[in-house]
């Protein structure tokens, strides 16, 4: 089983930043892709960004431009950091790490853009 624990959501104004962690325990050997998902109330959840072991990334066109997704191997941690953020954007986002044929969710860290 792996673990994974989300932080550093809240609520900031249109155009602010925030920087999401999602901190991976537990059966890590062998954690492949990692990413960042979100979902809107009413809506389905979607990709926002995922990045392989070795470091190759991936974005939604919604984020490109703006948001950053980087992890640290040793640490075992994935961070989105998320600029000029819009009111768009405001969901509640979910980590998500994959090892061999398992596919693992964190609780989830709402994030709440004003206008």
């Known amino acids: 089983q792996v673990q994974l624990v989300e932080s550093g959501g809240g609520l900031v104004q249109a155009g602010g930043s925030l920087r999401l962690s999602c901190a991976a325990s537990g059966s890590i050997f062998n954690i492949g892709a990692m990413g960042w998902y979100r979902q809107a109330p009413g809506k389905q959840r979607e990709l926002v960004a995922t990045i392989t072991s070795p470091g190759t990334t991936n974005y939604a066109d919604s984020v490109k431009g703006r948001f950053t997704i980087s992890r640290d191997n040793a640490k075992n941690t994935v961070y989105l950091q998320m600029n000029s953020l819009k009111p768009e954007d405001t969901a509640v986002y979910y980590c998500?790490?994959?090892?061999?044929?398992?596919?693992?969710w964190g609780q989830g860290t709402q994030v709440t853009i004003s206008s």
């Open positions: 998500n790490a994959r090892r061999t044929i398992f596919t693992y």
